[in-house]
C-alpha cells in the first residue's frame, strides 16, 4: 500500500484567469466580513502568471460554487508537480491520501476576521471541496482519503508555534489507523515553517525508513513542475521548504 500525506497552504490554489471572480464573488460577500479579496499576482511577474487569492477566501467564492466549468479556472502548482510524480511510474500511484488542512476560526474573533491579511484567511479548510474534485481527477481509482483539521483552540495553540503545531499534527494523525508495513510519501512544503517542520518530524518518528519526501522547487521556473523523491536517510532539514 502506498499512503501520501500532504500538507496544504494558502498558495496551493491559484487562479488561471479572474474572469469569473467578480460574479462568484458577489454572491459569498456578506459571508467575508466586507472584505473585497481582489486576485492579485504577484510583484514583478509576466501576464502569464497565476493570480493569488487568500486560501479561506478561494474556498468560500469557488468551493460553494463549483461547476466544471469554474474548476477550470483553477491552477495547482505543486500539487500537479507532486501528481505528476507519483504517477510517473505506476508502482507510486497512492492509495490512501490523507490531506492535512488548517481551521483557526477559534483563535480570531470577528474582529480580526475583518483584517484582510489576518492569518484566518490563510486557512484550507474551505477549500476541501476543491480539493475532493482534484484528487478525483488526478487519482480515480484511491481508495480512500482522509481530510485532517489542524484546529488550535486559542492564540496560544497559534499554528507559528513548532511545539504547539506539533502537537496538533500527532493528535491528527493518531486519529487513524494507518498500516505501518506502508509505503508513505510525504509533501510537507505547504502550510507555516512550523506545521511543515511538524510534519517532517512525526513522519520519520512514526514511520522511520518506510517514508520517502516528495518535494517540488516552486521557486525555480525550470524545476517548479517537477517533483523528486527524498530518502528518510539522506533527508535533513536544510530542505524543507516550509510556506504557506
Given at each position: 500500500?502506498?499512503?501520501?500525506?500532504?500538507?496544504?497552504?494558502?498558495?496551493?490554489?491559484?487562479?488561471?484567469?479572474?474572469?469569473?471572480?467578480?460574479?462568484?464573488?458577489?454572491?459569498?460577500?456578506?459571508?467575508?466580513?466586507?472584505?473585497?479579496?481582489?486576485?492579485?499576482?504577484?510583484?514583478?511577474?509576466?501576464?502569464?502568471?497565476?493570480?493569488?487569492?487568500?486560501?479561506?477566501?478561494?474556498?468560500?467564492?469557488?468551493?460553494?460554487?463549483?461547476?466544471?466549468?469554474?474548476?477550470?479556472?483553477?491552477?495547482?502548482?505543486?500539487l500537479d508537480a507532486f501528481s505528476a510524480k507519483l504517477l510517473e511510474k505506476g508502482k507510486t500511484n497512492p492509495d490512501k491520501i490523507i490531506l492535512i488542512m488548517t481551521d483557526q476560526e477559534a483563535v480570531f474573533d470577528e474582529?480580526?476576521?475583518?483584517?484582510?491579511?489576518?492569518?484566518?484567511?490563510?486557512?484550507?479548510?474551505?477549500?476541501?471541496?476543491?480539493?475532493?474534485?482534484?484528487?478525483?481527477?488526478?487519482?480515480?481509482?484511491?481508495?480512500?482519503?482522509?481530510?485532517?483539521?489542524?484546529?488550535?483552540?486559542?492564540?496560544?495553540?497559534?499554528l507559528d508555534s513548532w511545539n504547539k503545531a506539533l502537537f496538533l499534527v500527532q493528535q491528527a494523525l493518531s486519529s487513524l489507523d494507518l498500516d505501518k508495513s506502508a509505503n508513505f510519501y510525504v509533501s510537507h512544503q505547504a502550510?507555516?515553517?512550523?506545521?511543515?517542520?511538524?510534519?517532517?518530524?512525526?513522519?520519520?518518528?512514526?514511520?522511520?525508513?518506510?517514508?520517502?519526501?516528495?518535494?517540488?522547487?516552486?521557486?525555480?521556473?525550470?524545476?517548479?513542475?517537477?517533483?523528486?523523491?527524498?530518502?528518510?536517510?539522506?533527508?535533513?532539514?536544510?530542505?524543507?521548504?516550509?510556506?504557506?
Open positions: 500500500m502506498n499512503i501520501w500525506i500532504v500538507t496544504t497552504g494558502s498558495s496551493d490554489v491559484k487562479l488561471k484567469t479572474d474572469d469569473n471572480w467578480g460574479s462568484l464573488f458577489k454572491k459569498v460577500r456578506s459571508q467575508l466580513y466586507d472584505r473585497r479579496f481582489v486576485p492579485t499576482r504577484p510583484p514583478n511577474t509576466d501576464d502569464e502568471e497565476p493570480f493569488i487569492v487568500p486560501a479561506r477566501a478561494m474556498g468560500m467564492v469557488y468551493g460553494s460554487q463549483l461547476t466544471d466549468e469554474y474548476y477550470e479556472d483553477l491552477h495547482f502548482p505543486l474582529e480580526n476576521r475583518r483584517v484582510e491579511k489576518s492569518p484566518y484567511w490563510q486557512d484550507t479548510c474551505t477549500l476541501k471541496p476543491i480539493f475532493e474534485r482534484y484528487f478525483q481527477k488526478k487519482f480515480p481509482k484511491i481508495e480512500s482519503i482522509d481530510y485532517l483539521e489542524l484546529k488550535p483552540k486559542s492564540q496560544d495553540e497559534g502550510g507555516t515553517p512550523a506545521i511543515s517542520s511538524a510534519v517532517q518530524f512525526e513522519a520519520l518518528a512514526k514511520f522511520g525508513k518506510k517514508v520517502k519526501f516528495l518535494v517540488s522547487n516552486e521557486y525555480e521556473p525550470d524545476l517548479a513542475k517537477k517533483g523528486d523523491f527524498i530518502e528518510s536517510s539522506t533527508y535533513s532539514s536544510s530542505v524543507t521548504l516550509g510556506r504557506v
